[in-house]
């Protein structure tokens, strides 16, 4: 049986940055969306651990919003379960629905911060 970790990830401190000029085309949603229904999980190329972790290991940098994702992380939530003994991150949506995260790119290379 799982249980629920009730601990949100969410950003400590805000990343400054200049806003983004780039423009997301309803196509470039559609690919990033493409065969979601029927793949059960989510691949982090890069953009969910460089909001979670940061991206500069020295400085805390974690919030960070990756401008050339087409996905906005900070506007969703992430949850971890342990699921067999195994900490498990999952991507929590606007409508709820909960996305479990296949993996994460931890740019900032501190690992050790998620794992069990």
Known sequence: MSRLISRRMTASKAVEMKPSRRFFSPDEIRFVCKNSDTFPFIFDAAAMGQ???????PRDTRGFINESCAIRYDLHQFEWEIIDGIKKPFLVMKNGQRKPIFNLHIHCKKVASFMG
Do not use: A, I, R, T
């Open 51 to 57: 909001y979670l972790g940061g991206v500069d290991n």
